[in-house]
């Protein structure tokens, strides 16, 4: 029983009936029930629309005083007339009478006529102030012919001057008949098509079985990305539909394979790379250590050989060695976040006011500014941002320590915002000589110094800058330097997408 009901056969004739009986019944009912009602709702809505655009146009004085100084000797072309209709604007108050069509004697006896007939006076206050209504006349003035059937719009303006449209019903009847023809016409050719349709049919059916065939070529070159298209409960349907099981069954075992040669590959790579990265990191750091170690050595010898023998020497010798050790300790903490930075350690992010953050880094190092003699000026305006808090406050540190040692006596520090898309940039400036485009384009390498006797001097290592390059690609986010006039702009970019929601 069930293989009757999902009988290919079955189903071609089932279409083909179906598809030649909706035809018929759909072709009758627009023809015998929508078509002409259609037509008079369309022309009612032209009629609205050119009430509308006359009311438009009257309420433009400009214009009403053209047409009272005969400059406009015609509303034809002033007012949007889809339907064509005859147009009569009234002024109350001495019956004057503007009009699209040529205007006479009896054409004026018509439009009083109207204008009393339909008793417009109810709609001056009324919510709608027109009213459609269909009417039949023995002749028409307008023509000078036996009269007809008519559309006449009758109502008031915003100005209150009465207009009337007037449009013949033989229009709406002759397109009426028309499209009913055209209808009866289209359906006798829809029922030829559907007989021709039949010899299509088994080519329809036919295009799932050679869908297959392509699909089982592809599943044989080891591609499993296509499927078969099941759209029946048939035969066929269950044929593609085993064919996808099958498919999706292989696929996983390929992948299984694949994904576990890479992650075999990525495993080799990341020990490599970890090999390379602590080879570097012993490398970087027996060559930053060599120079403390090396004066802390000397000096302790000097101790133990008693060329400090006085208690002010002797102070200083240790303050020495206490400096040089407290200079190693930093270096090894920075080089320890770096290193973790590099790794690939978590980000946690927040949202939070970057600048109070800059606010707090700053007062922070009020004591090296007023050292230096610097002024700082920085623009307080609250702006919210997504990141790592702890991390942006280093990136922060990091710039402003920089500028604070390279800025020029009595110069001046800048820190400024520039809002883009999606991102908000940190600008931090400081007077001071350029820097050439070959250190630029080096600054964030890690231990890559532009002046080391000065970077030496107040203890730099070359490491500030990376970690702020390391922290910034954890984020995803732009980073950078470039010169300007006096003086060199470091700059970085944080997410303040959604900020202010």
């Known amino acids: 029983m069930l293989r009757i009901k999902n009988s290919i056969r079955l189903k071609i004739a089932v279409i083909?009936?179906?598809?030649?009986?909706?035809?018929?019944?759909?072709?009758?009912?627009?023809?015998?029930?929508?078509?002409?009602?259609y037509y008079v709702s369309h022309t009612k809505s032209l009629l609205v629309e050119t009430y509308k655009s006359c009311n438009d146009f009257f309420s433009d004085v400009d214009r009403l005083e053209a047409i009272n100084n005969d400059e406009i000797v015609s509303l034809y072309g002033y007012v949007e007339n889809q339907t064509g209709a005859s147009i009569y604007v009234i002024d109350p108050r001495d019956?004057?009478?503007?009009?699209?069509?040529?205007?006479?004697d009896k054409t004026a006896l018509t439009i009083q006529s109207i204008v009393k007939n339909y008793d417009i006076e109810s709609l001056h206050d009324a919510e709608q102030r027109y009213k459609i209504v269909r009417n039949t006349v023995t002749f028409d003035s307008d023509l000078g012919r036996k009269g007809g059937s008519y559309y006449d719009l009758v109502g008031y303006l915003d100005n209150d001057f009465i207009i009337v449209l007037r449009t013949p019903i033989e229009t709406v009847d002759s397109n009426t008949i028309f499209t009913i023809r055209l209808f009866t016409s289209i359906s006798f050719l829809l029922i030829i098509i559907e007989l021709l349709i039949v010899l299509f049919i088994s080519n329809m059916f036919s295009r799932p079985i050679i869908e297959m065939s392509r699909v089982a070529r592809r599943m044989s070159n080891l591609d499993f990305s296509v499927k078969v298209n099941v759209t029946t409960q048939d035969e066929i349907g269950v044929l593609g539909e085993s064919m996808n099981n099958m498919s999706q069954k292989l696929e996983n075992t390929v992948s299984e394979l694949k994904n576990s040669n890479i992650?075999?590959?990525n495993d080799i790579r990341e020990k490599e790379h970890i090999e390379e990265m602590r080879s570097e990191f012993l490398s970087h750091v027996s060559h930053e250590l060599k120079t403390p170690l090396a004066i802390i050595q000397g000096y302790a010898e000097g101790l133990k050989s008693g060329i400090a023998d006085d208690k002010e020497s002797m102070d200083y010798y240790c303050d020495v060695i206490s400096d040089e050790a407290s200079k190693m300790n930093a270096l090894v903490m920075k080089l320890i976040d770096l290193n973790q930075l590099e790794t690939g350690d978590d980000i946690t992010i927040e949202h939070f006011d970057v600048t109070k953050l800059i606010r707090e880094t700053i007062n922070n190092s009020s004591i090296l500014l007023q050292d230096r003699k610097v002024d700082i000026i920085f623009d307080e305006k609250s702006e919210f941002v997504w990141a790592d808090i702890f991390m942006t406050e280093e990136v922060i540190t990091n710039y402003l320590s920089n500028a604070i040692h390279y800025v020029k006596e009595d110069g001046?520090?800048?820190?400024?915002?520039?809002?883009?898309?999606?991102?908000?940039?940190?600008?931090?400036y400081n007077d001071g000589n350029p820097i050439s485009d070959e250190d630029l384009e080096k600054l964030f390498i890690k231990f890559y110094k532009v002046d080391s006797?000065?970077?030496?001097?107040?203890?730099?290592?070359?490491?500030?800058?990376?970690?702020?390059?390391?922290?910034?690609?954890?984020?995803?986010?732009?980073?950078?330097?470039?010169?300007?006039?006096?003086?060199?702009?470091?700059?970085?970019?944080l997410d303040n997408s959604g900020s202010n929601v």
Do not use: C, P
Request: no cysteine.
């Open 453 to 493: 006797a000065r970077t030496r001097e107040y203890g730099g290592s070359g490491i500030g800058l990376s970690i702020v390059a390391a922290i910034m690609r954890a984020h995803g986010q732009d980073f950078g330097v470039y010169n300007k006039d006096n003086g060199v702009v470091f700059y970085f970019e």
């Open 412 to 428: 001046i520090i800048k820190v400024w915002y520039e809002k883009k898309e999606n991102t908000l940039r940190v600008n931090v």
């Open 263 to 265: 992650k075999l590959q």
């Open 16 to 37: 083909v009936f179906f598809s030649t009986l909706l035809t018929i019944l759909i072709s009758w009912s627009i023809s015998n029930h929508f078509i002409a009602k």
């Open 95 to 104: 019956f004057k009478v503007y009009t699209s069509v040529k205007l006479n």
